[in-house]
């Protein structure tokens, strides 16, 4: 994905959200620029909702600022935004036509008819529902009428997108259709957007950066690959994809990299980050410098691409390891029961501080 480069457009300082007494919102600090596509992603009740609502103008901060293109929009009512929302919450009107709901924020603007629904069907070409403005909404598939409230939200051309989970309640498959539709969308309309999931794999795969939020906080905001490569706590690190915790002094180093590795890292409260798809049970084909521990096979399950090893350490640590079909026709296959030797090369190591939550 293209490196976002863009001016700031959105400068969130410091902003808080207090509901009787509770902290929904943490000091959050943020800044979107110009064409990005970032992504608030964390557990449900973290902020994300809150901090996407302050930004749409439907809840008050408590304190902080928002400027949107140098402009402070704190005080603006809502629709006086220029902003893009498409919400679970914000359903399409039952009783009007496609082209209706889509020329339903032009005409709020006071947009000439014959303009507005020019425009309307403009929007509608480009989310792919060309010919269906007669339709009513309560005719149409869930995706279609997502794509209706997408039409909806970019007919007015706005500085900003918001989406809340817009996907939430298609199925898998449409679900990922429609991710790969939207990055289209944002893409071809040179579109700055804000999104929120729950979901690591969504943000993961249309994301230019994600915001990943524990508790009112924004704990860590990089691009998807610095996040899964380098996560900063081990809220991160298991949040996003699986990862396997493991002190370092549990496990053997092999080579001169690792045992500086060890000598450095060693002594650090930390704990190293192991990617299941880093693990190898063959630590002989892997010539390079690494760290390599025994580890008892609890079950194995055959997953199409390749197997899921799950391990129990000497330790008595839980680990998930990948390994190819090709590895494990190289083993000779892999028995419950069985003691195998587990290698991670150095280079796909990261770490966490042990003690952070
Ligand atoms: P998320 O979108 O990440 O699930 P929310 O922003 O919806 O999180 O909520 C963050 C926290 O604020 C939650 O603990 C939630 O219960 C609380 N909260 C949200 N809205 C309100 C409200 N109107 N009144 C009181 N508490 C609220």
Redesign the pocket.
């Known amino acids: 994905m293209a490196a976002v480069t863009g001016t700031p457009l959105l400068e969130i300082t410091d902003l808080s959200?207090q509901?009787?007494g509770?902290t929904?919102?943490r000091a959050v600090s943020l800044t979107v620029r110009d064409g990005e596509f970032l992504t608030?992603l964390?557990?449900?009740?973290?902020?994300?909702?809150?901090?996407?609502?302050a930004i749409a103008g439907f809840?008050q901060p408590t304190g902080g600022s928002i400027l949107l293109a140098g402009r402070d929009i704190s005080a603006l009512p809502a629709n006086k935004r220029d902003l893009g929302v498409v919400f679970q919450n914000y359903a399409l009107f039952p009783h009007m036509s496609v082209l209706a709901n889509v020329m339903f924020p032009m005409r709020v603007r006071r947009v000439a008819r014959s303009e507005a629904r020019r425009q309307a069907l403009d929007a509608l070409d480009r989310v792919g529902l060309a010919g269906f403005e007669d339709r009513n909404p309560a005719n149409l598939s869930g995706g279609q009428r997502q794509r209706v409230a997408l039409a909806r939200a970019v007919v007015c051309k706005p500085r900003l997108m918001l989406m809340?989970e817009p996907l939430s309640a298609l199925d898998k498959n449409l679900r990922e259709r429609m991710q790969v539709e939207i990055r289209g969308l944002h893409e071809r309309l040179g579109l700055t957007t804000i999104y929120?999931t729950?979901d690591q794999r969504e943000a993961m795969a249309m994301s230019d950066r994600i915001a990943v939020?524990e508790r009112?906080r924004i704990v860590q905001a990089e691009t998807p690959q610095a996040i899964y490569r380098a996560p900063n706590s081990r809220f991160t690190a298991t949040f996003i994809g699986h990862a396997n915790l493991l002190r370092l002094d549990a496990l053997e180093p092999r080579g001169a990299g690792a045992e500086a590795m060890a000598t450095e890292r060693g002594a650090a409260d930390e704990l190293a980050v192991l990617r299941a798809e880093h693990i190898s049970l063959d630590p002989d084909a892997n010539g390079g410098d690494g760290f390599i521990f025994a580890a008892e096979v609890v079950r194995t399950l055959f997953q199409g691409d390749g197997w899921l090893v799950l391990l129990s350490t000497t330790d008595g640590a839980s680990v998930e390891a990948r390994i190819s079909v090709a590895e494990e026709a190289r083993l000779g296959g892999i028995a419950a029961g069985s003691t195998v030797r587990a290698f991670v090369p150095c280079g796909q190591l990261s770490f966490v501080p042990a003690a952070s939550q």
């Open positions: 959200k509901y009787h509770f929904a919102l608030l964390g557990p449900s009740g973290s902020g994300k909702s809150t901090l996407l609502m809840v809340d929120v729950h939020m009112g």
